[in-house]
C-alpha cells in the first residue's frame, strides 16, 4: 500500500501503464494470429492485408514500449519467412 501522495500517484500510474502496455500486446498478438489465419487461406489480398496490419501492430508495440524491440523483428522475420515460404510472391509489391 502506498504511504505517500508521490506513491499513491506512482502506483496510478504504473496501472495506467500495464492496461495499457497489455491493450497494445493483445492487439499486436491478434494482428499476428489473424495474419497466419490469412496465410492458411492462401487467399492473396487476405495476406497482404493482414501481414501489413501484423507488422504495424508489431513495430507499433515496440515503439510504445509495450515488447522489446528485438521480440518484435523477431516475429516480423519470421512471420515474413512464413509468408514467403508458403505463398511466394505475394509480398514482392509490398
Excluded: C, H
Excluded at 496510478?12 to 500486446?25: G, H, L, S
Excluded at 504495424?56 to 509468408?83: C, D, H, M, N, W
Amino acid at each position: 500500500m502506498a504511504n505517500t501522495r508521490k506513491s499513491t500517484k506512482r502506483a496510478k500510474q504504473a496501472v495506467r501503464r500495464q492496461d495499457r502496455n497489455t491493450m497494445i500486446r493483445t492487439s499486436a498478438r491478434r494482428a499476428l494470429k489473424a495474419a497466419l489465419e490469412a496465410i492458411k487461406t492462401k487467399d492473396t489480398t487476405k495476406v497482404q492485408e493482414a501481414y501489413k496490419a501484423a507488422v504495424k501492430a508489431l513495430s507499433k508495440a515496440a515503439s510504445k514500449g509495450a515488447i522489446p524491440q528485438g521480440r518484435a523483428a523477431r516475429k516480423v522475420s519470421r512471420l515474413t519467412l512464413f509468408v514467403k515460404k508458403t505463398i511466394p510472391n505475394v509480398l514482392s509489391s509490398t
